[in-house]
């Protein structure tokens, strides 16, 4: 079992960047392949990005791709999400996940563990 609690989170202006983290206990952090999801009001939570358990393969939705990078540090049990170029449609409760595997996972019902969320504003 893991723990995931995320920060970073906050109020910027269009066109600004944000990092989020994602810091993990419990069960050895590189057994777990990790995603950023994130849920506007009303809206259904939606895949952002993935990494597998070493950081080799990631993948992203089409609507992030070139602005946001994820990262992940094995040594200190944390996962990023770098977003850069932001804008209002940007904003949502962003989430990271976890479930144990080899692979990456592009799903929300593909992960087991889930942190609490942290709100992302951009103005416009």
């Known amino acids: 079992q893991v723990q995931l609690v995320e920060s970073g989170g906050g109020l910027v202006q269009a066109g600004g960047s944000l990092r989020l983290s994602c810091a993990a206990a419990?069960?050895?952090?590189?057994?777990?392949?990790m995603g950023w999801f994130r849920q506007a009001p009303g809206k259904e939570r939606a895949f952002l990005a993935a990494?597998?358990?070493?950081?080799?393969?990631?993948d992203y939705a089409d609507s992030v791709k070139g602005r946001f990078a994820i990262s992940r540090d094995n040594a200190k049990s944390t996962v990023y999400l770098q977003m850069n170029s932001l804008k209002p449609e940007d904003t949502a409760v962003y989430y990271c996940?976890?479930?144990?595997?080899?692979?990456?996972?592009?799903?929300?019902?593909?992960?087991?563990?889930w942190g609490q969320g942290t709100q992302v504003t951009v103005s416009s």
């Open positions: 419990g069960r050895p952090f590189s057994d777990y392949a």
């Open positions: 990494i597998n358990r070493n950081g080799g393969i990631r």
């Open positions: 996940a976890a479930r144990v595997g080899t692979y990456y996972y592009t799903t929300a019902n593909e992960y087991n563990y």
